[in-house]
Each structure stands twice: as structure tokens, then as C-alpha cells.
């Protein structure tokens, strides 16, 4: 099993930063890759980054591509999302999921952190 603990959200103004980290605990060798979901109230979860943990090579939605930058440390299992030139619509619970080696889905998340942009 692996274990996924998010931190670094908060309230902001629009254009502000904030970063974000989870930490991975557990059977973390298993780890293909690293991702961070949001889900806004009332609307569906989304994908935002991820990285391919072996590489660190990011992938982001189109939404995000340009203003969000998704790291990885290995020796700490820890991945970052730095998010800069937040607006309001970035507001919601950001989530961190681990995929494994093999596996088609992200097999575990972590239990969210909320973000809060103000206009």
C-alpha cells in the first residue's frame, strides 16, 4: 500500500503563487507515476500535472501548461506542484495519486488540500 499526504494550500489573491508537496510513504518503489487532480465544487475531478517518476518528466492539461511546473524528488517521494498566476477558477481540492508500474489508473490518493483563489 502506499500513502499519499498533501500540503501547501491556502488562500491567495489572483496572480499570486503557491506550491504544493505530497509526500509518499509505503510501497513507493512500485511508482510509475505522480500526478495532482483538482476537483472544484460542484464539478467533476480533473487532472492538472503529473511526472513520470523514473524520468521527472512533467505532463500538464492545457489548462494549467505555462503557469503550473510539477517536480519530483525521489529520495524524499516527494512531488511539488509550484503554481503561479493563480486566478479563481484554479480554486478547488487538489488531490495527489500514485499510478503504478503496469497499471492503467492511479491506484492511490492522498485526501486533498484546498486551494482558494480570490478575485
Known amino acids: 500500500q502506499v500513502q499519499l499526504a498533501e500540503s501547501g494550500g491556502g488562500l491567495v489573491q489572483s496572480g499570486g503563487s503557491l506550491r504544493l508537496s505530497c509526500t509518499a510513504s509505503?510501497?513507493?518503489?512500485?511508482?510509475?507515476?505522480m500526478a495532482w487532480f483538482r476537483q472544484a465544487q460542484g464539478k467533476d475531478r480533473e487532472f492538472v500535472a503529473g511526472?513520470?517518476?523514473?524520468?521527472?518528466?512533467?505532463f500538464y492539461s492545457d489548462s494549467v501548461k505555462g503557469r503550473f511546473v510539477a517536480s519530483g524528488d525521489i529520495a524524499q517521494n516527494t512531488v511539488y506542484l509550484q503554481m503561479f498566476n493563480l486566478k479563481p477558477s484554479d480554486t478547488g481540492v487538489y488531490y495527489c495519486?500514485?499510478?503504478?508500474?503496469?497499471?492503467?489508473?492511479?491506484?492511490?490518493w492522498g485526501r486533498g488540500t484546498q486551494v482558494t483563489v480570490r478575485s
Open positions: 495519486a500514485q499510478a503504478e508500474t503496469g497499471s492503467d489508473e492511479y491506484n492511490h
Open positions: 511526472i513520470i517518476w523514473s524520468t521527472g518528466g512533467p
Open positions: 509505503g510501497r513507493t518503489s512500485s511508482t510509475h507515476a
